[in-house]
Structures are given as C-alpha cells and as structure tokens.
C-alpha cells in the first residue's frame, strides 16, 4: 500500500463549546491554544475539507451558509463551492464504524477523523494555516478486470488523527522562469525557431 497525499484547505468556524482547544482573542485578534483565565475569547472548531465528491451522509462545509452539514440527497442541493470534510476538531461528526470484514455492516458511530494535538497548537502559534497536504492510503485494484486506484484517508487507528503535511511553496529564479517559458513556446510549437534568452527589456518589465 503506498502512501498519497491530497490537499486539503482547513475552515476555522465559531462554536460555543468551550472544550475547545483552539480560541479566537477578541482583544488582541490572535489564536489562542486552550487559553486560562482569558475573557473576551470565542472558541473555535476546525474543518479540514478536500474537492472530493459529497456523497449521500457525507459531512461538508456549506459555503453560502458557512457552516458544517451532513449531505442528506433527498434534501439538500450542493453548490460547486460546497466542499468534503474529511477531518475535524467538532467532536458532533461522527462517521460508520465499519466491522472489520463484515461488508456494509456497522455497529456504533465514531468520531470523524482529526488532527494531531501537535497541529493544533501549531495552527494557533502560526496565527492560522490555509492549506496542508493530508496522507491517503491508495490501494489498486479491478473491477471486471479493469484496475482503478482506491483512495482512502490514512487514519491512526489508536488516536483517530490524520497525517499532515506543511505545503512548501516553490520558489522559480528568472532565469527558471525564461526557460520554463521558451521550452512551453517550443513544446507547443514544433519546428519553430525560438531565441534561447527573452527579450531584455521584457524581462525587465515581467519578470
């Protein structure tokens, strides 16, 4: 089994539990990680959702509403802006607790997966996180002999938390970008004649 990875934005949305780890400081506008004592605070929760299809009994954050639901088919309508959650700090999300070799059969409802108390803290310390690459187990199989790939949330069994990862951003030099630049003029055009350095006032007025 190899491991994936996708990219998932995380939602910080205001509840009223004040078990909450993570609060917003109306004073001082910071985060806060599991604050004593401080007054004017709103605790928050955390929604770590993916572009993945939202089927039927799948949690999403609406984006008109601003809120976490569960997608019922019959009932609500999806906008292309609505987005899977597939982790959080709301302990109200729960998923199936499949048994383990018994097809469509469950026993109990469990928590939806979450992060790590490490990230957390982390996410309060830095004033915030947008974006993270999350872990996925991808397991190939058939299908009337057809292969296609299953990808499924790589989930700690023991403390029910997701693997997360800092997206690292990459940095281009100009003379990267010049030749990114001259090799996609190229690719697009077979047989032309491209000069190998752009034009210097171009590249002085872009790049």
């Known amino acids: ?116 108390q490490a990230f957390i803290k982390a996410y309060c310390e830095q004033g915030g996180i947008d974006e993270v690459n999350v872990e996925y187990d991808v397991e190939l199989k058939s299908y009337h002999i057809a292969p296609y790939e299953e990808w499924k949330l790589k989930v700690d069994p023991i403390h029910n938390t997701i693997t997360t990862h800092r997206i690292v951003e990459k940095m281009y030099s100009s003379m990267e970008v010049q030749e990114k630049i001259i090799q996609y003029i190229t690719d697009m055009n077979p047989g032309l004649k491209v000069n190998q350095e752009l034009n210097p006032d171009w590249i002085k007025k872009n790049l």
């Open 1 to 116: 089994m190899e491991a994936n990875r996708k990219r998932a934005k995380i939602h910080k949305l205001p509840t009223e539990d004040k078990t909450s780890k993570i609060w917003f400081d109306n004073d001082t506008g910071k985060l806060l990680y599991d604050p004593v004592g401080v007054m004017n605070c709103i605790p928050q929760y955390l929604y770590f959702t993916t572009d993945e299809e939202i089927n039927h009994n799948d949690w999403y954050v609406d984006a008109i509403l601003n809120e976490a639901r569960k997608y019922h088919s019959d009932i609500n309508h999806l906008t292309k802006n609505d987005r899977k959650i597939i982790a959080s700090t709301d302990p109200k999300l729960t998923v199936k607790n499949y048994l383990t070799g018994v097809k469509g059969r469950y026993f109990d409802m469990q928590p939806i997966a979450q992060p790590t």
